[in-house]
Nanobody, 125 residues
């Protein structure tokens, strides 16, 4: 069982930055692929970024590529999402997710086993 807790959300002006953190419980964090997803009001949950257990495979959605960076610190059981050049359309609840796999980190939400409670990110224009 893995429990995930996100933090770091908030209100920021367009062009600003935020760094989200997701701390995982359990001693097997280093064996999990991790992903970030987001859900805006009235929209489906969408993939943002994913990272393999070793950080050797990283993927981004086209909408955030070049602006967001996912990283992880297995010693701290933490995955990060650095968000730069934020836009109003980035406004959403951001969720981290975990999947026990040694392969490529998935981009589909239904492939993840564990989810955090989410953290709100609001970007004002």
């Amino acid at each position: 069982q893995v429990q995930l807790v996100e933090s770091g959300g908030g209100l920021v002006q367009a062009g600003g930055s935020l760094r989200l953190s997701c701390i995982a419980s359990g001693r097997t964090f280093s064996t999990y692929a991790m992903g970030w997803f987001r859900q805006a009001p009235g929209k489906e949950r969408e993939f943002v970024a994913a990272i393999s257990w070793s950080s050797s495979n990283i993927y981004y959605s086209d909408s955030v590529k070049g602006r967001f960076t996912i990283s992880r610190d297995n010693a701290r059981n933490t995955v990060y999402l650095q968000m730069n050049s934020l836009k109003p359309e980035d406004t959403a609840v951001y969720y981290c997710a975990a999947r026990g796999t040694a392969g490529n980190p998935p981009s589909r939400s239904n492939e993840y086993n564990y989810w955090g409670q989410g953290t709100q990110v609001t970007v004002s224009s």
